[in-house]
Each structure stands twice: as C-alpha cells, then as structure tokens.
C-alpha cells in the first residue's frame, strides 16, 4: 500500500505532490475516525495531525503502536476505523 496514493508520512514539510496525501489523511481523520477536534485540511503534517494521528492509532490499537507515522497499518486504520472510537 505503499505508493503515490497512500506514501508513508509523518510530520515535517511536504512538497505540493505529497502534501495530497497529508490532506487525504486529514479528511479521513475529520469524516471517519471521530477525532474530537477538527482538522484543517491544508496539506500539512504539523503538530496537530501528528496528534490527530496518534489519537486513530491508540484508540484503534494499531498494528506498530502509536508513532505518529501513517504506513499501510495507520492508512487501514483510517479508511476502516474501529466503530467502538466513536465519542
């Protein structure tokens, strides 16, 4: 799953390609993981998407623990999140 669509990410900058995927990841975070505090979806992987990500990745138990980098296991995460996160 490693590829264009879904690059592993973590935070720091990112270029105008990637920065799709940072904002994929920031919407699937807002629409399907129930992350109590909305993110911007603007590209980048600052300190609150670090958090936002660390959030889906405790709550769902992912495979590889919280690290705040989203791989094949945190992508898996985010497009089939674990129904009992829900507030």
Request: charged share 25%; glycine share 8%; with cysteine.
């Amino acid at each position: 799953m490693n590829d264009w669509y879904r690059p592993t990410l973590k935070k720091g900058p990112y270029n105008s390609s990637t920065a799709a995927a940072v904002k994929r990841v920031q919407c699937l975070i807002d629409v399907r993981a129930w992350y109590p505090q909305p993110l911007s979806e603007d590209g980048e992987f600052g300190a609150r998407t670090d958090a936002a990500v660390r959030w889906v990745q405790d709550c769902d138990e992912t495979t590889g623990g919280v690290d705040g980098i989203v791989g094949s296991n945190t992508w898996l995460d985010l497009y089939l999140p674990d129904p009992d996160c829900s507030l």
